[in-house]
């Protein structure tokens, strides 16, 4: 049994993923901002915690962290302001790695976006650009740091029913299911073959995707 420590974890992928998590033997805590979603969280079998990770400096992060075994990140500040969205998704995430290295806790998966590249195109003047900006330098901070990362980095997220496949680095979107996601991450915290590497995925076509394990190559 492993004790995962989800941020985001009222998320679609976060409550998708905790059941997978918990099926296996797991035990999960999902942190969320809003106390009026823990009942959404314990009904996938995980543990809420109740934290307001925008406000909270590096040793808050680390009491909530010390204990687990591992953790990972799916909280963003889901299309907000250009403050929040550096608040959240570069800022606050930045903090729960330093907080994760402090509390000893080394595993980290850290879930970004299909376009996290240092010349991802985004022009400075769009809306999408501070999301872009936040995920590549926070992408940036976990190859820096001293954990055991996983930097998963899926395309165009869909409602679609899960596959259990996905095609590797593929081409445009990258659409792919918040199902599969939440199997790629269950997946890459089942053993060590994801650290150190940035996993770009989306369903691909039927024809060239392949079972997830087999494409994780675990």
């Given amino acids: 049994m492993s004790r995962i420590l989800v941020f985001g974890g009222h998320g679609r992928i976060a409550l998708l993923l905790a059941p997978l998590l918990v099926e296996r033997g797991d035990e ?43 953790v990972v990140w799916s909280a963003g500040a889901g299309g907000g302001s250009p403050e929040r969205t550096y608040a959240v998704d570069r800022d606050a995430a930045k903090r729960s790695m330093n907080a994760a290295e402090r509390a000893g806790v080394r595993r980290y998966v850290m879930v970004s976006w299909l376009g996290s590249t240092a010349d991802h195109g985004v022009p400075e003047d769009d809306s999408f650009f501070p999301y872009a900006d936040a995920k ?61 590497r940035t996993i770009r995925f989306g369903n691909g076509d039927p024809a060239s995707a392949v079972p997830i394990a087999d494409a994780l190559g675990c």
């Fill in 28 to 70: 999960v805590t999902g942190v969320i901002r809003n106390p009026a979603h823990a009942a959404d969280v314990e009904a996938v079998g995980a543990k809420a915690l109740v934290a307001d990770v925008e406000s909270m400096d590096v040793e808050a992060l680390a009491e909530i962290i010390r204990g687990h075994d591992a």
């Fill in 136 to 196: 590549w330098a926070a992408d940036e901070h976990l190859r820096a740091s001293g954990l055991e990362g996983t930097i998963l980095a899926p395309g165009a997220l869909t409602f679609d029913e899960p596959t259990s496949r996905i095609q590797i680095d593929p081409t445009g979107r990258g659409a792919v299911s918040r199902a599969d996601v939440a199997a790629v991450i269950a997946a890459s915290l089942h053993g060590p073959c994801t650290i150190g």
